[in-house]
């Protein structure tokens, strides 16, 4: 336990202080307390901090004054984009504002969300050989926006501008090509990294924090690395603080791991040359040897995606197939990548612009990527510590994307991020799996030596927060036995709904249950004057949201990424109604896999990796209902086990114990 002493001689030291006129809240003080300890013992800390505890602050105000005091640089990663621009536009100008003090903090983002203001002028040169007469108007519209567009990143581009994708990947950041000697300070990437170079506070998101934690060689030769006398994560001299914290055992399994698109594969060739039209960006070196090895690395990888879909038997497999067999497929496409890879490295060695070079030397690196890529996933070289798996992609599943990922991340991440001798943070509202503390957490990251820290949530769910438990609901049935079910979880949803008169998320673990029910809700909805949104009807989650906010009554489906991250205060969302147990798919090739390392290991699958994961996501679940002291609302639970079946009294035990329950 941390005692008062110790508070005291943070206090003196000033690491606590929130600056005039600021006071912590009882939770909060709590909080920062054992953040200003970690930070000074350079120690780990596991931090669950429940709704309205207010964690932010609470890790902001500590973390900000060490990294002042001490001429060190303070990472801050989150899960998401929207927590990471809510971080930088919002928390961190509140707390400068209460520590009057003056600080550098820089957002940064992965390279391709910046604009390269050397290719954009490459870009205009060659416009006839890659662009129509469309898109080059686009190309003119970014040179009017890039002389006044602030940070020149993706997000910042005016929605009217409507920059096509094929148009802005000609156009952003690229390793090569961007440079510091080709591009100077005033181009937006390298203006962003000298930010963050000087910047004492640095924000991120999870994807970008693990993929340069994946990539220490290449960050080393960017400048971003250093060997120091202190640990370092990213930067010289860091330390990290990961909020959303459950969410990086999934990210750094897959950031440790492969992708190779199909789409993306294909759409970089065409890039490089367009047969049809004629376009592309080696255009302007063609010759016809060149061209005849671009069609034929197209043509390769065409034959190479069919060949696999058909030998992995992916469209019999509903769309995803666990790859167990080295050599599951013949290599057809890496001699061709390598051919073409050989001829442009040898075009590179002859240009005299050192742009022109530094272009084809980027697009030979990209090949070099793939080919790589290509052979792991056809030897299955990480087999003992990696699972591979083949999907389907892209609207109507009609591409195919292979990928690997981590089995087990604990050992690594113990290694790299909670027993180096520096300071790493993970907090969320949710790392504990309820009476069983956070154990699991821990375990499954390797953050077993951290020390541990929870805070429950100062709401009164016995006022804000009732709970109805449909027991007379049908368990949730096989598949392709619905019959029964179906009508039932309509009849349910629909009685929620005018309990609540719309206002609610109705949150589904299968996209498939998921689109049956929008069929069938749709006129219902439209009868009651109720908006319905759906994921994956055209607009993406942030469009959603901000529907569902503006329409208060109206109604929204989602599935995974709506059961966490999503923040909405107020009468909009006055109803949470949780359709099934989010349980993994044991069909699923990482959950498989993982329960097969579970079970050689002598644990039970069940008890040690599904039923914990499920109650994570089901309190994530839980927690969007109530966001402030003034929300008041409901949670109801379709999904009958949780009374039905032994293992149901954790899921119980997970709800707010103040909350007043209803058995139906």
């Known amino acids: 336990m941390l005692i008062s002493q110790t508070e005291q001689d943070f206090s003196a030291s000033g690491i606590l202080s929130g600056g005039k006129g600021f006071e912590y809240r009882p939770e909060q003080q709590q909080m920062a307390l054992a953040v200003a300890a970690a930070l000074q013992n350079r120690g780990a800390l596991l931090a669950e ?12 105000i500590p973390s900000i004054r060490y990294a002042l005091q001490h001429n060190r640089k303070a990472i801050i990663s989150t899960h998401t984009i929207n927590l990471q621009e809510q971080l930088f536009h919002k928390d961190i100008p509140t707390v400068a504002r209460a520590l009057q003090q003056e600080f550098d903090v820089a957002l940064l983002k992965g390279r391709a969300n910046y604009l390269c203001l050397t290719r954009l002028k490459r870009a205009l040169e060659q416009a006839t050989d890659l662009f129509n007469q469309a898109e080059t108007k686009q190309l003119h519209d970014l040179l009017a926006w890039s002389r006044e567009c602030g940070e020149g990143s993706l997000a910042e581009l005016p929605a009217e501008l409507d920059i096509s ?43 970008l924090f693990f993929g340069l934690l994946s990539m220490a060689e290449l960050t080393r030769e960017e400048g971003m690395l250093a060997e120091e ?15 959303e914290a459950h969410t990086i055992e999934t990210v750094a399994a897959s950031q440790f791991g492969l992708t190779l698109g199909e789409a993306e594969l294909k759409y970089d060739l065409l890039r490089l040359y367009n047969p049809h039209t004629r376009k592309g960006s080696l255009r302007h070196f063609a010759t016809p ?11 390769a990888a065409d034959e190479f995606f069919r060949c696999a879909r058909l030998d992995c038997r992916l469209d019999e497999n509903q769309g995803c197939v666990r790859l167990r067999q080295p050599e599951w497929t013949e290599d057809i496409l890496s001699p061709a990548l390598n051919t073409l890879e050989a001829e442009i490295k040898q075009m590179a060695q002859v240009q005299e612009n050192e742009v022109s070079r530094a272009e084809l030397l980027d697009i030979a690196a990209r090949l070099i990527a793939y080919r790589s890529s290509v052979a792991e996933m056809i030897h299955l070289s990480e087999a ?20 690997s990922a981590l089995i087990n991340v ?35 990251v390797g953050a077993e030596s951290a020390e541990t820290l929870q805070i429950g949530s100062p709401f009164n769910f016995a006022e804000q927060m009732r709970v109805i438990v449909a027991r007379s609901m049908p368990p949730p049935p096989p598949a392709g036995k619905e019959e029964e079910y179906t009508p039932a979880l309509f009849d349910w949803i629909t009685r929620s709904l005018e309990e609540s008169d719309g206002r609610a998320f109705v949150l589904f673990t299968s996209y498939g249950t998921m689109r049956r029910m929008a069929t069938l809700l749709r006129p219902f909805c439209v009868e009651h004057g109720w908006n319905l949104l759906v994921q994956g009807d055209g607009q993406n989650r942030t469009q959603l949201l901000a529907a569902f906010k503006e329409d208060i009554s109206s109604v929204l489906l989602g599935t995974d990424s709506f059961w966490t991250g999503v923040d909405v205060p107020g009468e909009a969302l006055s109803h949470v109604i949780i359709t099934k147990i989010p349980f993994e798919s044991p069909s699923n090739p990482l959950t498989e896999a993982r329960s097969e390392d579970i079970t050689a290991r002598g644990g039970n699958a069940f008890r040690d990796y599904l039923l914990p994961e499920a109650l994570l996501k089901f309190r994530q679940g839980i927690g969007r209902l109530i966001r402030s002291k003034t929300d008041t609302g409901i ?8 009374t039905g079946k032994p293992y149901g009294a954790n899921f119980m035990y997970a709800i707010p114990a103040q909350a007043p329950r209803q058995f139906l």
Not at 192 to 204: F, G, H, P, S, T
Not at 289 to 299: D, F, N, R, Y
Request: proline share 3%.
């Open 49 to 60: 901090a429940g709704t309205g505890v207010g964690k932010s602050l609470a890790y902001l």
């Open 384 to 403: 003992d510590t990696a699972v591979y798996w083949a999907e389907s992609t892209g609207q109507e599943q009609r591409y195919t994307t292979l990928r």
């Open 410 to 444: 604990s050992d690594l991440l113990r290694e790299k991020l909670f027993e180096t001798g520096n300071t790493c943070i993970c907090t969320s509202a949710t790392l504990s799996t309820g009476r069983h503390g956070m154990g699991y957490f821990a375990s499954r």
């Open 635 to 642: 949670i109801t639970l379709l999904d009958s086990r949780i």
């Open 229 to 243: 006398e202190l640990p370092s994560f990213i930067f010289p001299n860091d330390f990290v603080i990961l909020d």
């Open 289 to 299: 040897t060149l061209l005849h090895h671009i069609e034929e690395a197209q043509t």
């Open 165 to 207: 994708p094929k148009v802005w990947a000609q156009v952003c950041s690229e390793n090569h090509v961007c440079t510091p000697r080709n591009c100077g300070y005033t181009c937006p990437y390298q203006a962003a990294r000298l930010r963050v170079e000087k910047a004492q506070v640095v924000v991120l998101n999870h994807t």
